[in-house]
């Protein structure tokens, strides 16, 4: 079911926490709520699903204008980043609880919990408490309650937050294959931009209570809207440059210049914005410096280089170049993939 | 070995200065089922005569036993049910719910809870007496209710803010009403808050001496504490050994209680809501 916020608002007491935000979530998508933390991604995300209340603006799912509808009944599955379950019934009560609440018949209940069970893989876990679950299991009774009920909708908040790394990969995977499978329409609140990327179908990315840019995680990531799109996305992060306009020449700040830039002439300064896979030997040379760091991760190694005027970039490349601290490189740019924003940080 | 070497000089220590009580409690034990000459404190002879109290009957002028024992029982369980159920209720919205003078309320409670009470005895004795349930186990038992009141609902606060208000979001958004939510998903979670100040304000209860004694001396709402100081008021003939079988007698419930839910009352704060 598609969801719409028009102009939506939320205050707490006097603080405007999300001011004017309109986002429309298409029907049977996934989308991601990215954001550093604190920018208002749960408060979205408790306003969709009723427990907050909206202080200007509407919610709509589907045509249907939900905003002052308690959460009973607006049929929206939620996860919660602690998973919420309930300690004193088994995983099977836990799952049956929206039925048994919604009067269900027994024998109904006891086939769409096993039907539900079966989807998430958690059949043998039924009898347990949630103290005699993991993590990985937790979250997917906790999934399995949320969906129990057929919702319109499907909301996450952080859900895979208090997994550990390799349990956090395979739970992104079942995840979306849960959400493609039942069709449902979910928004995902992550502040992990690898989350969104490898999950979502669309990112919306919001910074301080606004919708900064929303587009698809490849869109996003080669198309930033603005510095901070730009820097919050990639991993490791992208380094900046101050760079100077002159003729039809872009000046580094380490005297490099790059040809033809097709900028307007009314642009003098502006920076210039490099990810660290678009910078190494594989791009000619042209830029030197020191090795100042190497960070050794497996596959890739990661480099510091200090420029000769003292700003530094990063450079991310195969294991196996001999290189250590202090060595000198000259190296070159990917000049396609430059990033150039202005001194507000827009976008140029 | 060494490991119980080290801790020898502290139970040593802590016998020690625990004897005198222990001699207290088994000279207690002992005294009442034996005899011992005059000049002497060893007993020569084990009898039940001194409980013969249970079985004779009451000399004239004093209650009955067992009408006494009953009264300090309702007395105590009333309270307990009174003291909980207004607890659980008035905690729950004190911790979770917003409404006006919220902080007011927080706030007079926890002055309540240090208040010392006896103050206020002069005025309530007035209070009921002009409602006419002075003399009255009713009377007491709403007064004894009330007293306790304060200290049984900062318990339970303490154990409702202890749920994660997770819970009660998901089972919102399970479509339970917010009653469901509260009967169904948080009440199980304060459970041994519950049990705990059930115990407590029941023994609280049995043990009261004062407010029985100053709002209902009459024989009719006597309780065991107050029929204890009857045995030794009346000073032209103190029976110190009934006194000591019926303080037994008296004891032998409140002990029953802790041997019985000690694992459990142990247990409350590791066992929360871990389920
Ligand atoms: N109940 C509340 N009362 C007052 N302020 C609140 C309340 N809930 C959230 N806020 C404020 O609103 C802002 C957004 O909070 P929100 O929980 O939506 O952040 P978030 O994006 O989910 O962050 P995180 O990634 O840390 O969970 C924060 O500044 C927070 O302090
Ligand atoms: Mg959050």
């Known amino acids: 079911m598609q969801i719409t916020l028009q102009n939506f608002t939320k205050t707490f007491d006097d603080v405007t926490v999300i001011e004017d935000m309109n986002l429309t979530v298409k029907d049977g998508e996934m989308l991601a709520l990215l954001g550093p933390s604190g920018c208002g991604k749960s408060t979205t995300l408790f306003a969709i699903c009723g427990i907050h209340r909206v202080n200007g603006g509407k919610i709509l799912f589907g045509d249907r204008d939900v905003s002052d509808l308690p959460s009973q009944k ?9 998973y919420a379950l309930y300690p004193h019934m088994n995983a099977y009560e836990n799952i049956a609880f929206p ?44 999934l399995a309650r949320a969906l129990v009920r057929k919702p319109d909708i499907l909301l996450l908040d952080e859900p895979l937050a208090n997994l550990d790394a390799k349990l956090r990969l395979e739970m992104r995977a079942e995840i979306r294959r849960i959400q493609l499978e039942t069709g449902i329409t979910a928004i995902l609140v992550t502040h992990d931009q690898v989350e969104a990327m490898s999950m979502c179908d669309r990112i919306a990315l919001m910074h301080d209570g606004k919708i900064v840019q929303l587009d698809k995680p490849s869109e996003m990531y080669n198309n930033p809207a603005n510095k901070f799109v730009a820097d919050f996305l990639g991993n490791p992060p992208i380094t900046f440059l101050d760079a100077k306009h002159q003729g039809d020449l872009l000046v580094l700040p380490n005297g490099h210049e790059i040809k033809n830039p097709k900028l307007a002439a009314s642009i003098q300064s502006l920076q210039v914005g490099i990810r660290p896979e678009c910078f ?30 003292g700003s530094q970039l990063r450079s991310i490349q195969p294991s196996g170049a001999d290189l250590s601290i202090g060595d000198d490189v000259d190296w070159g740019l990917s000049l396609d993939d430059l990033l150039l924003f202005d001194l507000q940080g827009e976008r140029l | 070995m060494s490991h119980n070497f080290r801790h020898w000089p502290i139970i040593v220590i802590l016998s020690i200065v625990s004897l005198p009580l222990i001699i207290m409690f088994a000279f207690q ?22 409980f013969s109290f249970l079985w004779d009957e009451a000399e004239t002028g004093r209650a009955n036993i067992w009408k006494v024992t009953l009264n300090t029982f309702i007395f105590a369980t009333t309270t307990a049910v009174v003291v909980c159920s207004v607890s659980m209720t008035t905690a729950y919205a004190l911790s979770r719910l917003n409404f006006p003078f919220r902080r007011f309320f927080l706030g007079g409670l926890i002055i309540l809870h240090a208040f010392p009470t006896v103050t206020l005895i002069i005025a309530i004795f ?19 209710a009330a007293l306790e009141l304060p200290f049984g609902i900062w318990i339970m606060k303490g154990f409702y803010d202890n749920v994660p208000w997770e819970i009660e979001m998901a089972g919102v958004q399970d479509g339970a009403s917010r009653f469901t939510v509260w009967w169904k998903l948080v009440l199980p979670q304060v459970q041994p808050g519950i049990f705990a100040l059930m115990i407590f304000s029941f023994l609280s209860g049995w043990s009261e001496f004062l407010l029985p004694q100053v709002l209902a001396p009459g024989n009719d709402a006597q309780v065991l504490s107050t029929y204890l100081t009857a045995l030794i008021a009346d000073d032209t003939k103190i029976d110190f050994a009934l006194f000591k079988a019926v303080g037994m007698f008296y004891a032998i419930p409140v002990i029953a209680i802790y041997l019985i839910f000690q694992n459990k009352l142990m247990n409350i704060y590791g066992g929360g809501t871990k389920g």
């Open chain 2, 126 to 144: 007035l209070i009921l007496q002009i409602i006419g349930l002075y003399d009255t186990l009713l009377g007491v038992i709403m007064v004894k």
């Open chain 1, 74 to 82: 607006r049929n929206v599955g939620v996860v919660f980043q602690s």
């Open chain 2, 29 to 50: 034990i002992i005294d009442t089922f034996t005899t011992h000459p005059i000049d002497s404190m060893i007993p020569d002879r084990i009898t039940f005569e001194q």
């Open chain 1, 99 to 142: 039925l048994k609440v919604r009067k269900d018949k027994p024998a109904d209940i006891k086939r769409q919990v096993h039907e539900i069970a079966k989807l998430t893989h958690i059949e043998e876990l039924l009898e347990r408490k949630p103290g005699q679950l993991s993590g990985g299991q937790q979250q997917r009774v906790a």
């Open chain 1, 280 to 309: 190494g030997p594989q791009f000619g040379t042209g830029i030197k410096g020191v090795v100042k760091f190497i960070e050794k991760q497996g596959r890739e190694e990661l480099f510091d280089i200090e420029l000769t005027d």
